[in-house]
């Protein structure tokens, strides 16, 4: 049986040619040069067993998987002999002298039984799903690769670019060659019917046409008009017996007969687009000599757009060419250039333009050179201050900003021509997919020829290399989506994890939360053309990338749905989207409760601070009213005018008793004192029993107020009430008998000293 496994692979090898082949060894990244068995496990991972360990393989990158001591698994030796796959997906290896087994789902080994042993053959040849064919070699392992395109070389357009395309109102599609020189004309039912020929007829064999055709136009009336490089401008009139007349058309007026492309307006007129003589217009094309306007410039001209409200558009080399069509005088038609400017962020974003279309919604779409796609509106687009939205490889879901055509589809999606893939795009939901390389053939190099829906529905492109038709069921289906898994897990000083392949749940600790983890579509024939994109709790898909690892930093505790989708080997999106469950541990400080003891804690702190503010408000103004009780008590001391029937004043303070008898001790000494300059605070401190730093700490504590403070409020009240009784005295006392009087010795002093505390002179306050 192995026998003729072996010999119907080979005949498979020899059956179709194959386009390349690929050796692994151990300069590739296996463990070891020497591989004695390949299999693959029902997740698509390719396995390999070497005479060092196991090695998983995933499309980019081998993996090696050993058993460590310390794992409860005697194994005595990583060579390994044969592996083998059993029903439940987990791999079964066998040595010289023993047999174990790697589980699939916990990446754990287990011994087995020697009875496992009659179960474990020797594979040297395998083929994958996607039917490429793994032989194992003397030093390493050959994939041989079974590459299929989706896309259809036009028979005998190999090694000529496709330039110009048409479709007639026959229902017959033309394309135009460049190299060869032909025009070949197809049926609808895609059938060559022949190739046209300078004598206007179709000839079977291959017959070159004798010019260069770079773009083709047919007019409502049945004329083409076809543009050639070196310069021409021909017209075909077809004749009664299908064959056409051909005219060079040599119109005074065109300047520059390079026609890069032909358009008509409403009218009936024809516009032309010129590589070096800008744009033209043949206002009488059915005339047998027609005219031709030149609206003066020398631009290189790529692509035209005549718009339904009347509107010249052409995308050139350098920006874009607008005009409004004169209706009535056409030679009067002026335009105006639009190129970037670096100081509008909504200018447009490229000089070099390569195509323009409307499709058909108001919207207009501009293909620049390395810009990706402009996106206006006729409207503003004719208007003083023209606003371009921009769509490129770092701001929407476009992968190529190398735009060279585009061609809008009947469901309002866009097919853009890039210089080496095509892109289908939605702009409306910024959603695009991608048809690469592989979908048209080993190596795509695209032409600047806008595609064409053939009569069947499929699509016809043009490449530097020949004509390709992709079928609408080779664009929009995909017949086998590629399996996508997790790979591994890699976190910071720990050992790589890739036991993530078949989890549903990732539960990462508070140590972990900055990680790795790496993703692949398991692809074997060709994965360079692979993107993936990822999103997070159902949002917005992030921009594709070949890249297939998310980087994680700090992530933030919670629980987390991240979704990852990639596109098959054709570039194409897939059905795939593998989900995962992120579950990050929080820190003991991250918890509900911590967080809810923490609010707490900071409003009890609130609480206290506020409480403090109003204690120490309080405090001030119960001092505040106790030292103004305390200084009228020395003014009603001083004069002997307090009302004897009333309760004695020092009754009024709110003070313990001795504290009362304190303040008396104090009161008593500054009203015997208060005229005495000589009076100082170590007497007052000793009249009231008490040292000189107790007597102010003791008044700073009742009264907010320090001794020597309180002597001289007390000499500036009695002041204050001498300089108001002296009024009504006939013999009134001067300043300076008040100074003295009141315990200062100098005038001036006094005076200032009165003056700070009551804001005027004694003079002045003795009116």
């Keep these: 049986m192995r026998l003729l496994t072996t010999f119907l692979l080979c005949l498979c090898i020899q059956a179709v040619k194959p386009q390349s082949a690929i050796t692994y060894d151990d300069r590739s990244g296996l463990s070891h040069w020497i591989v004695s068995g390949v299999v693959q496990d029902p997740q698509g991972f ?80 395998l083929k994958d799903r996607e039917g490429n064919i793994w032989q194992i070699e003397r030093y390493g392992i050959t994939k041989t690769l079974r590459p299929h395109h989706p896309a259809t070389l036009v028979e005998g357009t190999s090694d000529v670019q496709a330039r110009a395309f048409l479709k007639d109102r026959h229902e017959r599609w033309w394309l135009a060659t460049k190299e060869d020189e032909c ?17 206007g007829r179709l000839h079977r064999s291959k017959t070159p046409f004798g010019q260069r055709a770079y773009c083709m136009m047919e007019t409502p009336k049945g004329d083409i008009w076809i543009g050639c490089k070196p310069g021409a401008l021909l017209r075909l009139r077809e004749r009664h017996d299908g064959t056409y007349d051909i005219s060079n058309i040599q119109p005074a007026g065109l300047t520059n007969n390079t026609i890069y492309h032909i358009a008509e307006d409403r009218q009936g007129r024809v516009w032309l687009g010129t590589f070096g003589g800008g744009v033209h217009c043949i206002p009488n094309p059915e005339d047998e000599i027609p005219s031709c306007i030149h609206f003066g ?18 995308a050139t080399t350098n920006g874009l060419l607008v005009g409004r069509i004169d209706q009535t005088n056409v030679s009067k038609t002026t335009f105006n250039q639009l190129i ?58 476009l992968t190529s900003d190398a735009c060279l055509s585009i061609a809008v589809k009947d469901d309002g999606h866009l097919l853009i021509v890039c210089t080496d893939r095509v892109m289908e795009w939605t702009p409306e939901k910024d959603e695009c997919n991608t048809y690469s390389t592989h979908f048209w053939n080993s ?212 003070v313990s008793d001795a504290d009362r008898r304190f303040l008396d001790k104090v009161k008593e000494y500054i009203n015997a004192n208060i005229g005495n300059a000589d009076a100082n605070i170590d007497d007052m401190a000793a009249f009231s029993a008490v040292s000189r730093s107790t007597l102010n700490r003791k008044l700073r504590s ?46 001036r002093y006094f005076s200032r000293c009165f003056k700070q505390k009551y804001g005027k002179t004694p003079t002045e306050y003795a009116g």
Aim: with cysteine; glycine share 6%.
């Design 702 to 747: 009742l009264l907010d107020i320090t001794a020597t403070q309180l002597l001289i409020d007390a000499r500036m009240e009695k002041a204050r009430q001498m300089l108001v009784s002296n009024s009504e005295k006939e013999e009134k006392l001067s300043v300076t008998e008040i100074t003295y009087q009141c315990g200062y010795t100098d005038p």
């Design 297 to 314: 410039g020398k631009d290189k001209v790529r692509r035209l757009l005549v718009t339904e409200r009347g509107y010249v558009i052409a």
């Design 443 to 654: 190596t795509s190099h695209f032409s600047e020829e806008r595609p064409m829906q053939l009569p069947d529905g499929s699509w016809l492109f043009g490449q530097e290399q020949g004509a390709y038709i992709a079928t609408q069921h080779s664009l929009n289906t995909i017949d086998d989506s590629p399996p996508l898994v997790f790979t591994e897990l890699a976190v910071n000083g720990k050992p790589v994890q890739l036991d993530v392949a078949q989890r549903d749940t990732l539960v990462i600790d508070t140590d972990e939360r900055s990680f790795v983890l790496s993703y692949a579509a398991l692809v074997y024939t060709d994965n360079s053309d692979i993107c993936y994109r990822s999103r997070m709790n159902g949002g917005a898909w992030s921009n594709s990338s070949s890249k297939h690892s998310l980087t994680f930093y700090d992530i933030q505790p919670g629980t987390y749905q991240l979704e990852v989708q990639s596109t098959d080997h054709y570039g194409r999106w897939a059905d795939n989207t593998r989900g995962l469950t992120i579950i990050v541990s929080p820190h003991w400080y991250e918890t509900l409760w911590a967080k809810v003891l923490g609010l707490m804690l900071l409003i009890a702190i609130a609480v206290a601070c506020i409480y403090t503010i109003f204690y120490i408000r309080n405090l001030h103004r119960q001092r505040s009213e106790l030292l103004k009780k305390y200084m009228d008590l020395l003014a009603s001391a001083d004069t002997g005018k307090q009302d004897q029937k009333k309760e004695p004043a020092t009754m009024s303070l709110d």
């Design 46 to 125: 390719m396995w390999l067993s070497t005479w060092n360990g196991l090695n998983r393989f995933d499309g980019y990158e081998f993996r090696q998987v050993k058993a460590v001591p310390g794992n409860g698994v005697d194994i005595p030796s990583e060579v390994i002999r044969s592996i083998a796959i059993d029903p439940s997906g987990n791999i079964l290896c066998k040595t010289d002298a023993a047999c174990f087994m790697l589980d699939s789902k916990t990446y754990q080994f287990r011994e087995l039984p020697d009875s496992f042993l009659k179960h474990i053959s020797k594979n040297t040849m």
């Design 183 to 199: 025009i070949r004309i197809f049926s609808s039912e895609n059938e060559l019917k022949g190739y046209l020929g300078a004598d």
């Design 340 to 397: 970037r400017d670096g100081h509008r962020a909504s200018s447009l974003a490229g000089n070099a333009t390569m195509d323009i279309v409307c499709d058909g919604h108001g919207h207009i779409f501009i293909a620049t050179e390395n810009y990706g796609i402009d996106m206006t509106t006729e409207e503003s687009l004719c208007s003083t201050t023209p606003h371009f939205s921009h769509f490129s490889k770092a701001t929407s879901s």
